[in-house]
């Protein structure tokens, strides 16, 4: 899925340290979730249409998440049409949009291990009470899971058309068709799983131990001066929106 894909590009984003992402993700989503007016989800859609050219990632990349995500979109736009009005619908539309755009900003600049780690040393503080690195090796083999399961989808769906089921007819056979390829799928989730299991056996994985990492990451004065900045403008935007 190209939407979530990591997209490499020498871009002020990609240099930056994923923990300063991950902040600018987090003040994002609070301004998105906290933001009730019209007028302030168009401006933070545009916001990130700013931080995907920034990041030089292709603007295709916005088209293919709406594509994506159609069906929960328009389910959203219609439920809140239906209790509300056309601008609590659009509002409410703009908001699911922009926490999308924002996932996929995040992966688009960032290399999946490399997020995963920049999490685990933003939760440190917390390790007392939570399992830092089990949360993160969850979310690594997370990440890692889901293209691999995406194409185990697509070659066994190209092996049931090539078996004569059809996924464009009705909806009765469709039904049949994505059926057929739940077991496959299972199985092969399954496969992998113990495979995955087997060689961090074979490596020595003890839940909880300190490990050490290939890249080590390194805060510098950019990210510095770029969390300063994040912060000063969620400051002046809940500011600007007391005094409204």
Do not use: C
């Not at 984003?13 to 168009?42: C, N, Y």
């Not at 539309?93 to 999308?100: I, K, P, V, W």
């Amino acid at each position: 899925m190209e939407s979530v894909a990591y997209y490499p590009a020498a871009s002020y984003w990609h240099r930056r340290d994923p923990r300063f992402k991950l902040l600018v993700v987090i003040a994002g989503a609070m301004l998105v979730l906290t933001e009730s007016a019209l007028g302030g989800q168009l401006a933070l859609f545009f916001l990130h249409l700013l931080l995907f050219f920034t990041g030089r990632l292709p603007l295709k990349r916005v088209w293919q998440i709406v594509k994506t995500f159609r069906w929960l979109l328009l389910i959203t736009f219609l439920l809140n049409l239906w209790s509300g009005s056309l601008g609590d619908a659009v509002r409410y539309l703009l908001r699911l949009l922009n926490l999308l755009l924002m996932s996929s900003w995040l992966l688009g600049v960032t290399e999946s291990l490399t997020l995963i780690k920049g999490l685990e040393l933003s939760l440190q503080p917390f390790r007392r009470w939570l399992p830092v690195g089990e949360m993160a090796m969850v979310l690594g083999l997370t990440l890692s899971f889901f293209p691999l399961l995406l194409t185990e989808a697509r070659e066994i769906m190209l092996a049931q058309q090539a078996r004569g089921v059809n996924f464009q007819t009705n909806w009765a056979k469709k039904l049949r068709g994505l059926l057929a390829m739940v077991i496959p799928l299972f199985l092969s989730a399954l496969r992998r799983a113990l495979e995955i299991a087997q060689a961090m056996e074979a490596r020595g994985y003890v839940p909880g131990a300190p490990r050490g990492s290939l890249y080590e990451l390194a805060w510098g004065k950019k990210d510095s001066l770029g969390a300063l900045l994040v912060l000063s403008l969620v400051l002046l935007w809940w500011g600007y929106r007391l005094l409204r």
